[in-house]
């Protein structure tokens, strides 16, 4: 069944990636070293690089790729400084008119148990994610008719209206099938943070081979196109990714690349976020491993892009170890998601172990919320909740404006200390608490003497000794 036959992409809406020619980038051989230092240079200037300049990173050689990578490290502090941005996924409905080959939740997946949460199942779970201190959060849908515009719509305006003790969730981004602008529209007024689609692969012999041509999901173009469909219906804050493993790591990467420049000329605003999620073991999927990044690849491919779209975020989630997590975020993480269940109700309504049957893939990182936020304020990063810019009407190019220098100085960091702060005083566990209100102190000395540090202060003060919260600049 194609659900979208008669349904308009986007005005001028082409397909802008060119097989062949990422294909002669990839296969151009090895870089030169003088050509990468310049790429280098510019990124280093927060220029974003085009997608030639991009391959000629990803075809560094060993010894000049240790520059990429102290060259991403550095640029991730200049652009974000030392916070990182906390989420927690939650899965809404695991039914699926598609059959994508890598997904569990695909209809042939016979074994998969089939859910949709009830409005009160929501505001358990949504109870239950508030209870552990989260206020961001990206709901998941399936594709199908039950998940249209109006349902989203319905279930993001059930969770915004959970508010338990001083939690509330005060951001929800969507990952969601491509839709037309009439379902955008009703998405958009129920005030939804990030879009996301992930295109999956940019390589459109694979994405056939991947998602069967009966299939909604089998068009290529509609899902290419789908966040420009989503920028004309009024959504601005838009988050592109793609399944790395599928093909070659380096086509997707660029392809990821691509999209960003497409999205930038075509709307003047370039993606909020971009994901690349590798691949996991999922219940009824067997993949050919051999297009897998290792390590060293993956580490490669998020310095490029840290280096290629400077004010983009990059998301790493907990499909990914622990390990892997701590190593990658120098190198261009910005947000993480912790704590993370991925199974229809795991957070309020199905005991503590992970069951495949129940799930779209099986996760690296399972350590709890309080573990992730003590150990990154024990490596001097600050947990940040912070939803001021979007709240205010900084997204879109509006967003662009603001990532200026000083800006996170004056915004993001004090936003950052206030709601760790929130954090530490709600839900913390005694030991993260320690650790914490000393690297807020440790901050607090860094900041320059000024009116709003003198106001920062008190409002971190009156988070702890009175009820206020959301305090933000
Ligand atoms: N059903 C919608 C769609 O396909 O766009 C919404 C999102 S789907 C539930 C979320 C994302 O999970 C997919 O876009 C895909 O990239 C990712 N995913 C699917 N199977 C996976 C697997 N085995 N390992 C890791 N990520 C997977
Ligand atoms: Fe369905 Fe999305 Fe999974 Fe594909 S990736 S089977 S569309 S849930």
Redesign the pocket.
């Known amino acids: 069944m194609k659900l979208f036959e008669n349904a308009k992409l986007s005005k001028g809406a082409v397909d802008f990636i060119n097989d062949d020619y990422i294909e002669s980038l990839i296969n151009a051989g090895p870089s030169d070293a003088t050509k990468v230092r310049e790429i280098i240079a510019k990124s280093m200037e927060k220029k974003p690089l085009t997608v030639e300049e991009a391959s000629a990173l990803l075809n560094a050689d060993e010894k000049l790729s240790e520059e990429i990578f102290s060259a991403a490290r550095e640029l991730k502090k200049r652009v974000y400084g030392n916070r990182i941005v906390l989420f927690a996924p939650l899965y809404v409905g695991?039914y699926?008119i598609?059959?994508?080959k890598y997904?569990a939740?695909?209809k042939s997946n016979t074994e998969q148990i089939r859910r949709t949460l009830t409005d009160e199942e929501l505001r358990q779970e949504i109870t239950a994610l508030e209870n552990m201190g989260h206020k961001r959060l990206i709901m998941v849908y399936?594709?199908h008719p039950k998940y249209d515009g109006k349902y989203i719509a319905h279930t993001v305006e059930t969770a915004y209206g959970v508010k338990v003790g001083h939690g509330s969730i005060r951001r929800i981004n969507i990952n969601a099938?491509p839709m037309d602008h009439e379902n955008y529209r009703i998405i958009k007024a129920a005030g939804i943070g990030t879009y996301q689609i992930f295109q999956e692969t940019y390589n459109h012999k694979i994405y056939a081979a991947m998602h069967p041509a009966d299939t909604t999901?089998g068009s290529f173009t509609w899902r290419l196109d789908g966040l420009s469909r989503a920028f004309e219906a009024g959504i601005d804050d838009m988050g592109i990714g793609a399944l790395i493993g599928l093909g070659d790591w380096k086509f997707d990467a660029l392809g990821l690349v691509s999209h960003a420049i497409y999205l930038q000329k075509h709307h003047g605003v370039g993606p909020h976020t971009i994901s690349f999620p590798r691949i996991q073991p999922a219940a009824g999927v067997k993949m050919d491993e051999s297009k897998f990044p290792n390590n060293y690849e993956f580490k490669k491919m998020v310095a490029m892009l840290r280096l290629a779209v400077p004010y983009t975020g990059l998301i790493l989630t907990a499909r990914e170890s622990a390990d892997i997590r701590r190593d990658l975020i120098e190198f261009g993480i910005s947000q993480i998601d912790a704590g993370s269940r991925i199974d229809i109700g795991g957070y309020s309504l199905l005991g503590k172990t992970q069951e495949l049957k129940r799930e779209?893939f099986q996760l690296g990182d399972v350590r709890s919320l309080d573990n992730v936020v003590r150990e990154l304020a024990q490596s001097g990063n600050i947990p940040s909740w912070c939803t001021a810019c979007y709240r205010l009407g900084r997204t879109g190019e509006h967003f662009m404006e603001f990532a200026i220098p000083g800006f996170i100085k004056r915004y993001c960091t004090p936003n950052a200390l206030s709601t760790f702060t929130e954090y530490l005083t709600d839900y913390a566990s005694p030991e993260t608490k320690q650790v914490g209100l000393k690297l807020v102190q440790d901050e607090l000395k860094k900041m320059e003497e000024s009116p709003m540090k003198k106001e920062l202060i008190n409002r971190l003060e009156r988070i702890q000794t009175t009820d206020d919260r959301d305090l933000y600049f």
Do not use: V
Request: proline share 0%; glycine share 8%.
């Open positions: 695991n699926c598609n059959n994508c997904c939740f695909k399936g594709e099938a999901k779209q």
